[in-house]
């Protein structure tokens, strides 16, 4: 072990006991820890001492919850759960530049966390500036306010996508959101994103809203492996051992960049399709009864 990273150890522990731990008088100098700060340490030791965590990644970043990036809730400073995190704190591994962004294709410092035991592991897929130019989860990037995918959203509010998808126009166009962030207390830079705000009245999107955590697309992924009947990893297998539902389902096939942009989106087209059945049945009702 190198005394450096035995300081550091020893210097974040030191503060979190400070912070949270309480001095028995009774017992002398015996330190009383909270469940919650003991339960910490132990998740920091097995992180750092691990032979799966690298040194380089072992930087630990205290956060189980996330602040809304939505211009009507932030304001409200309080800390929100979210279907991606976990309801309790965890540990996130933190890479400085260490990877880069699906929309930008500039290098930004990534985040991997595990929500639950048993789930798979997230990280965040895009950067801060692409997240808040669009008001979605840096994650799932689904809106923070309802949701939703974004083909869903821009179509009921009838936002239209001035992103370039790739070449010098796109890299301007970030820099200048870029820009106008640095100067701004606002948390989204796209004036479009403002209607967001204003959109409690639209009925789609009341109708669709996500009020509750749907935390069963943390699940780990189907095994490959396991379907051609080759695993040979049994239970130590990361990945489900399951037989697909349905192995020509669209939604096992989803883009990135097709969600953030909204387009050809296999969710937002499910969601879109059920409204317009639903109206299409109302409607005929409406004609039947008159």
């Known amino acids: 072990m190198f005394p450096a990273e035995m300081i550091d150890i020893t210097a974040k522990m030191l503060e979190l006991i400070g912070k949270y731990g ?23 030791f097995i992180h750092l001492f691990s032979k799966k965590c ?17 211009k009507s ?49 997230k990280k965040t897929e895009v950067c801060q500036i692409c997240a808040k130019m669009k008001n979605v989860c840096q994650t799932c990037l689904l809106d923070f306010e309802f949701g939703l995918s974004m083909q869903v959203r821009d179509q009921a509010l009838q936002i239209q996508d001035d992103l370039s998808r790739k070449g010098a126009s796109r890299d301007y166009y970030v820099q200048n959101q870029e820009r106008e962030l640095a100067f701004t207390f606002d948390t989204t830079s796209n004036d479009a994103v403002a209607k967001i705000s ?75 399709t059920r409204a317009k059945t639903h109206n299409d049945y109302c409607v005929s009702n409406i004609n039947y009864k008159t």
Not at 92 to 101: D, H, M, T
């Open 22 to 44: 309480e001095i028995d008088q009774s017992r002398g100098d015996k330190l009383e820890i909270k469940k919650g700060v003991l339960t910490l340490g132990l998740k920091l």
């Open 54 to 70: 690298s040194r380089s990644d072992s930087i630990i970043n205290i956060a189980g919850y996330h602040m809304a990036l939505s």
């Open 73 to 121: 809730s932030y304001n409200r400073k309080i800390w929100e759960g979210s279907t991606c995190n976990s309801s309790e704190l965890d540990l996130q591994l933190k890479n400085r530049y260490g990877a880069e962004c699906k929309i930008c294709q500039r290098p930004f410092t990534c985040f991997r966390w595990m929500p639950e035991k048993g789930m798979r592991c």
């Open 198 to 272: 204003d959109s409690a009245s639209n009925d789609l999107l009341k109708k669709f809203a996500q009020n509750q955590p749907y935390y069963q697309r943390n699940k780990p992924h189907i095994c490959s492996f396991f379907i051609e009947g080759e695993c040979r990893r049994g239970e130590e297998c990361p990945y489900r051992h399951e037989k697909p539902s349905d192995p020509d389902d669209r939604l096992s096939h989803q883009n990135i960049l097709d969600r953030y942009h909204g387009n050809n989106d296999p969710v937002a087209k499910k969601l879109l």
